[in-house]
């Protein structure tokens, strides 16, 4: 599974960015099994956990971003979306995305946890 992910560029404090990843799942039905998340990561730091969305399309959010950043998917599109509301500048980061199909729930908070990840986009915010 390839993972596309982009969206990220430059944005002043409390601006808004989209970020989507587009995976090469070759269909709906099967795009559908897929738990997808996404991470971000500053240097010198671990790889962090920001959002998933589960085959049921319940999502989950990192206590850092509750509030203010949305997750969905188009499943007819093979596609998940991190809308980004109020952007901060700790939010500062590259931003993968992330799939797996045998995660439990417990496990979406690990990077560990995913076989597949996108190239990463950086999201910049600053004045």
């Known amino acids: 599974v390839q993972l596309q992910a982009s969206g990220g560029g430059l944005v002043q404090p409390g601006g808004s960015l989209r970020l989507s990843c587009t995976s090469s799942?070759?269909?709906?039905?099967?795009?559908?099994?897929?738990?997808m998340s996404w991470f971000r990561q500053i240097p010198g730091k671990e790889r962090e956990f920001v959002s998933a969305?589960?085959?049921?399309?319940?999502?989950f959010y990192a206590d850092s971003v509750k509030g203010r950043f949305t997750i969905s998917r188009d499943n007819a599109k093979n596609t998940v979306y991190l809308q980004m509301n109020n952007l901060k500048p700790e939010d500062t980061a590259v931003y993968y995305c992330?799939?797996?199909?045998?995660?439990?729930?417990?496990?979406?908070?690990?990077?560990?946890?995913?076989?597949?990840w996108g190239q990463g986009t950086l999201v910049t915010v600053s004045s």
């Open positions: 969305i589960n085959r049921d399309n319940r999502p």
């Open positions: 992330a799939a797996d199909q045998q995660i439990i729930v417990s496990s979406y908070f690990s990077p560990d946890s995913y076989d597949y």
């Open positions: 799942v070759p269909s709906e039905v099967s795009f559908r099994r897929y738990v």
